[in-house]
Structures are given as structure tokens and as C-alpha cells.
């Protein structure tokens, strides 16, 4: 098993580095079978043009007998199939995690944290009972949520944050990721802090309460001074009951 950092929205040449640095851990294998997820991102003109994209890195990286992408309810697809399924690969990763889970448990609740989003997923009767098929309507259905464990918006679904003693509400700006605010609650386990950060300075906690004071209009200094003289500003303070919030 190995996890590869990838931006696709840098370049493609980030895709194609990532596939061959797995390929390159995990050795060769008769049978690739491949979900999909980065399509969404804007390096492609829209979701179709990107599960080609994707596929067809893939195809010309990876060097195997057979190839299969999960078309969700739909199952595995060959590389001719593609574009005829690709409305059905797009952004299908969740639906095949879920279906895993749904062999071992006929009745449950399935939460799925990635980097960028969570997926909430219902299993009843040993299916998958998701009401939404596609990024749009699971959005739609609260079925996904864009927040996760790294590259998430810190500010997303929240109106109003505990800063100083006061609910404060929080700058609409790219200063900081979720990864900063886990890295703070160290959450984060170790090998799975490998996104960048929106700086480009380092992933130590007291840089990340920099960064997250910024959605403040303060700098990490500022505040009530505790502990001698480090700020309590975004501090897992006791008094706020630790990471609690108020949400919209």
C-alpha cells in the first residue's frame, strides 16, 4: 500500500509522477482496477474530458495485462468503455468503499474522510442506499461534504469561531487548510501529512496557528496570553470544550 501527494490543477505531469511513483512500490500486476476522483479538478474543461484525461495517463503509465475503472452500481469497465461510462467513473471512489463495507455490514452508517471531502453513506440490507449517484446531487443531499482531513477549508459550513473569548467570524481567503487545524489537535497520523500548505512554509504546529489566525485578521501573538508566552489563540482551549464550534 502506498499514498501519493497529487495536484493535478499544477500541471498533469503531477499525475503521471504520482501513478509512476506507485507503480514503482507496489511492482508489477496482471490486473489494474482503477477509481476515480481528480476529474472534478480545473485542470480539465469539465468531468468528461477529465475521466478521459485520467484514463488514458493511466493506461499509457501502467503497463498490464488489463485494466478495469469502477463505473459505480455499474461495477468494472475496460479502457474501451471509457468514455461511453464516464459519467458513471466520475468521482465513483466513494461508492466502491462503501460497497466493501456493505459485504461485512448489512446495516450502517459508512463516514469517509479523504484529504478533501467526507462522504456519509447509508447501508441497508447489505446495499448501498445513497440517495444522491453523483458529486452534484450527494452535494445536494448532504451526502458529501467538502471537508477532510487535509485539504479542506477551515471556514466551510461554520458561521462563527471561539477566538479570545469572543465568537468571531472567519475571512473568506485561502490562508489555511483543515490540515492546519488537525496538526493543532494533532489528529493527523503519522505518514498522512503530505499536502502542501497554502504558504509554503513548514507543517509545524506553531506555523499553523499562524496561518490560521490569518482567517481572523490577527497574527498567531495576538490574544490572551497563556502559559507564559504563547497566544491561546486557536488553541484547543478548554474553556471552548476543544475543537466544539458553532456551525450555520
Known amino acids: 500500500m502506498t499514498q501519493q501527494s497529487c495536484a493535478p490543477h499544477l500541471g498533469l505531469a503531477n499525475v503521471e509522477q504520482a501513478i509512476r511513483a506507485a507503480n514503482a512500490i507496489l511492482g508489477q500486476a496482471d490486473i489494474h482496477a482503477v477509481t476515480m476522483t481528480a476529474e472534478l479538478s480545473d485542470a480539465f474543461e469539465d468531468r468528461l474530458r477529465g475521466v478521459a484525461s485520467i484514463a488514458a495517463i493511466f493506461t499509457h503509465e501502467i503497463d498490464a495485462l488489463r485494466i478495469v475503472f469502477y463505473a459505480g452500481a455499474a461495477g468494472f469497465v475496460g479502457k474501451a468503455e471509457v468514455a461511453r461510462a464516464a ?102 497520523p503519522p505518514g498522512a501529512d503530505v499536502a502542501a500548505t497554502v504558504d509554503g512554509r513548514a507543517t509545524t504546529h506553531d506555523a499553523s496557528r499562524a496561518r490560521l489566525a490569518r482567517l481572523v485578521g490577527r497574527d498567531a501573538s495576538d490574544g490572551a496570553k497563556e502559559h507564559g508566552t504563547r497566544s491561546r489563540l486557536f488553541s484547543p482551549a478548554r474553556k471552548y470544550g476543544g475543537s466544539k464550534i458553532k456551525s450555520r
Open 87 to 188: 459519467p458513471a467513473i466520475a468521482s465513483a471512489n466513494w461508492r466502491a468503499s462503501a460497497a466493501l463495507v456493505a459485504r461485512g455490514r448489512a446495516e450502517a452508517l459508512f463516514m469517509d474522510m479523504g484529504s478533501t471531502t467526507t462522504d456519509i453513506i447509508p447501508i441497508r440490507g447489505g446495499a448501498v442506499m445513497a440517495l444522491g449517484d453523483d458529486d452534484a446531487a450527494r452535494l445536494a443531499r448532504g451526502e458529501l461534504v467538502y471537508t477532510g482531513l487535509l485539504r479542506g477549508a477551515p471556514a466551510t459550513g461554520l458561521a462563527l469561531a471561539p477566538v479570545d473569548g469572543r465568537w468571531t467570524p472567519l475571512v473568506d481567503e485561502q490562508f489555511a487548510t483543515m490540515a492546519d487545524v488537525h496538526r493543532i489537535l494533532n489528529n493527523i
